[in-house]
């Protein structure tokens, strides 16, 4: 059974830091792209990083751009999202997903599974 479970968020000051952990089973992580996305309440779903499988291109949104780090272990089946000087703005759920193929073409590759989530609250 493919499952995507996602841990690591929680309440943050700004300026603090958080490493999101997204754990994939039933399926092979090194054969495909994973994204992350979040959702604000009341906002849609935007991306904010993916990394493909092979040679580990990855994206991110202009927002988080220097201040994130997407990376994978393959051997642990565990795409990470580090986020460094959080801002407030950057609270929200935070969902990670399989692509349908390897690469990501951008921040939204088609997406054929989703994990549930992890909330992430970053205080002014």
């Known amino acids: 059974q493919l499952q995507l479970v996602e841990s690591g968020g929680g309440l943050m000051q700004a300026g603090g830091s958080l490493r999101l952990s997204c754990a994939a089973s039933g399926f092979t992580l090194e054969d495909y792209a994973i994204a992350w996305f979040r959702q604000a309440p009341g906002k849609e779903r935007d991306g904010v990083s993916c990394?493909?499988?092979?040679?580990?291109?990855?994206y991110y949104a202009d927002s988080v751009k220097g201040r994130f780090i997407i990376s994978r272990d393959n051997a642990k089946n565990t795409v990470y999202l580090e986020m460094y000087s959080l801002k407030p703005e950057d609270t929200a759920v935070y969902y990670c997903?399989?692509?349908?193929?390897?690469?990501?073409?951008?921040?939204?590759?088609?997406?054929?599974?989703w994990g549930q989530g992890t909330q992430v609250t970053v205080s002014s």
């Open positions: 997903a399989k692509a349908q193929y390897h690469y990501c073409s951008g921040l939204y590759p088609p997406i054929d599974y």
């Open positions: 990394i493909s499988s092979r040679h580990d291109t990855t």
